[in-house]
């Protein structure tokens, strides 16, 4: 004998298995298979109304309360322009600090490169002594290039 009411095919396009047990996503109200039950497994356009982490500013490290339906990352940006508090000394600190040695480059880099010949800090472009013209004029450290 055959049950024809029993069972839903899976939502997801890529799929329509017939499901004797289906699942109930409860965001977006559609039934899938146990393969699609996960909010990423079906791509859920309506997964961040399910989200319950409150998000923390990386500025200022405090909560930024964010109310059901809003989306956290234009929430989280909102503060940051806004009423923000940032640590003293925190909004002049530079991520770039290093400037290059060579005379007429304006290059700065996160990380000090030292030149072993002369010891100054370069950019990566300048970073080899034959590159910055080394004031110690000492023999290359390779014969390559």
Do not use: W
């Not at 929430?75 to 940032?86: F, I, K, L, Y």
């Amino acid at each position: 004998m055959e049950f024809p009411d029993l069972g839903k095919h899976c939502s997801e396009k890529t799929c329509k298995q017939l499901d004797f047990l289906p699942l109930k996503c409860d965001a977006c109200k559609q039934d899938f298979c146990k393969d699609h039950f996960n909010y990423a497994a079906h791509k859920c356009p309506l997964a961040f109304t399910k989200d319950v982490r409150v998000p923390v500013c990386p500025l200022c490290d405090s909560p930024v309360p964010v109310k059901k339906g809003e989306i956290p990352d234009v929430v989280v940006s909102a503060h940051m322009d806004g009423e923000c508090r940032r640590p003293p000394g925190q909004e002049t600190a530079k991520v770039f600090t290093f400037c290059c040695s060579r005379e007429g480059c304006r290059r700065r880099e996160m990380l000090r490169v030292v030149c072993e010949e002369c010891r100054g800090s370069f950019c990566l472009q300048h970073r080899h002594p034959l590159d910055h013209g080394c004031a110690r004029g000492g023999r290359p450290a390779s014969s390559a290039g």
